[in-house]
């Protein structure tokens, strides 16, 4: 999957996690999320960290899409790449739609395309941070939404 581009490793994970949640795939279109489980509307979202980059990087972030929950993965392959072990670290992170907007305000979320002063009302939207032991954005993270 290193090799595959975030289009197509993005879909890889998204169907892996669907299937392992038991969730029923929802049919794509830009105003909903990605599965059904439980009654609730699930977005999926991947990110992978490789030697050269050390910042989760969340993409296409919808805020006006209708959706209860955000599952975030994030692969860290770092020590992986650099050879030191051959260790994947795998974080899962479950945001309701109310944290997702409360951390894109707190990370500062910026328009994933175009420019910042775009006035569609149903832009699209990146956030980044850097995950690292000392950075309060991963502190939090960690303690407020890992799951097993």
């Not at 994970?13 to 990605?34: H, L, M, V």
């Not at 980059?53 to 209708?66: A, D, G, I, M």
Request: with cysteine; proline share 1%; net charge negative.
């Amino acid at each position: 999957m290193l090799c595959l581009g975030s289009q197509a490793y993005g879909a890889r994970i998204e169907n892996r996690i669907i299937s392992e949640w038991g969730g029923a795939i929802k049919r794509k279109n830009y105003e909903t999320g990605d599965f059904l489980f439980n009654d609730k509307i699930y977005e999926v979202k991947s990110s992978i960290l490789r030697h050269d980059q050390s910042f989760v990087n969340l993409v296409q972030l919808r805020p006006y899409e209708k959706c209860d929950f955000f599952i975030i993965n994030v692969f860290d392959v770092r020590l992986l790449c650099d050879g030191e072990n051959e260790e994947v670290l795998y974080y899962k992170f479950l945001l309701s739609k109310e944290e997702m907007e409360e951390e894109m305000d707190l990370i500062k979320a910026g328009n994933a395309h175009g420019k910042n002063n775009d006035r569609n009302k149903n832009k699209e939207y990146r956030m980044s941070f850097d995950l690292n032991d000392e950075d309060p954005n991963t502190i939090r993270w960690v303690e407020k939404y890992q799951i097993a």
